[in-house]
């Protein structure tokens, strides 16, 4: 069994995901952060960079893993799904998913920051981060003229940029033109796994959609930035 400490955010997404899209059974525990549970002393010790998510695996002796991207490694390893044991295939993985865990969600967080969260609406910082994630967003549509998907075979190099890259109008960036990308997001949203994973521990629709919800999450979002 796997018990997941997590929050409704685009890493915390990447682990709910992948534990759908694997079929392995697993507790949710949800971690309020705007309350500062990731703060608490009982997540610490899961955690010392008090960041979501973090697992326990109860198979193995109450390991615990985290870092969004050591938890899919550690899952797909467990599973012997959605990560190649062979070197090249394994590397071809490994390489998108630092790709997205290097670029594309720092770049995108950035984002967020300048262009949702910070009082100041500093433009130039905006740009470079806006302009940043098109070029990242455009490396991928690039790959994906060439592949189905990111690593040749669907992985969970595709789950973690998916889980980023489908929140792009929330970081106000344009994928006007990526037509690749476009066939991979469309592609990506029918999977039922990955639907589920979305919804973990509750759904972030509302937010990326409704204008109301939206001002409520940057306000909340605003008072963190600043604790």
């Known amino acids: 069994?796997?018990?997941?400490?997590?929050?409704?955010?685009?890493?915390?997404?990447?682990?709910?995901?992948?534990?759908?899209?694997?079929?392995?059974?697993?507790?949710?525990?949800?971690?309020r952060l705007q309350e500062?549970?990731?703060?608490?002393?009982?997540?610490?010790?899961?955690?010392?960079?008090?960041?979501?998510?973090?697992?326990?695996?109860?198979?193995?002796?109450?390991?615990?893993?985290?870092?969004?991207g050591a938890i899919m490694i550690h899952l797909a390893e467990k599973t012997g799904r959605?990560?190649?044991?062979?070197?090249?295939?394994?590397?071809?993985?490994?390489?998108?998913?630092?790709?997205?865990?290097?670029?594309?969600g720092p770049?995108?967080?950035q984002a967020n920051v300048f262009f949702r969260y910070f009082p100041e609406k500093i433009q130039p910082a905006i740009d470079r981060y806006q302009h940043e994630c098109r070029r990242l967003f455009e490396v991928l549509d690039r790959r994906l003229g060439e592949s189905e998907w990111l690593a040749d075979d669907y992985s969970i190099a595709d789950i973690a940029n998916w889980c980023w890259v489908r929140t792009y109008k929330w970081s106000g960036v344009s994928r006007d033109g990526l037509e690749n990308l476009d066939r991979w997001l469309n592609v990506m949203k029918e999977k039922p796994g990955l639907q589920k994973g979305v919804q973990v521990p509750e759904s972030l629709d509302s937010v990326l959609e409704d204008d109301d919800a939206a001002k409520e999450f940057t306000d909340n979002a605003q008072k963190m930035l600043q604790t």
């Open 1 to 31: 069994m796997i018990e997941l400490y997590t929050a409704s955010t685009p890493n915390g997404h990447k682990a709910s995901c992948t534990l759908e899209e694997l079929g392995l059974a697993y507790n949710v525990h949800p971690i």
């Open 107 to 109: 770049m995108m967080g």
């Open 82 to 104: 959605l990560l190649p044991t062979d070197t090249k295939g394994r590397t071809r993985v490994i390489q998108w998913l630092m790709f997205q865990m290097g670029g594309v």
């Open 36 to 68: 500062g549970d990731q703060k608490r002393e009982d997540f610490l010790a899961l955690n010392p960079n008090g960041r979501i998510p973090v697992i326990v695996d109860t198979d193995l002796d109450d390991l615990v893993v985290f870092e969004s």
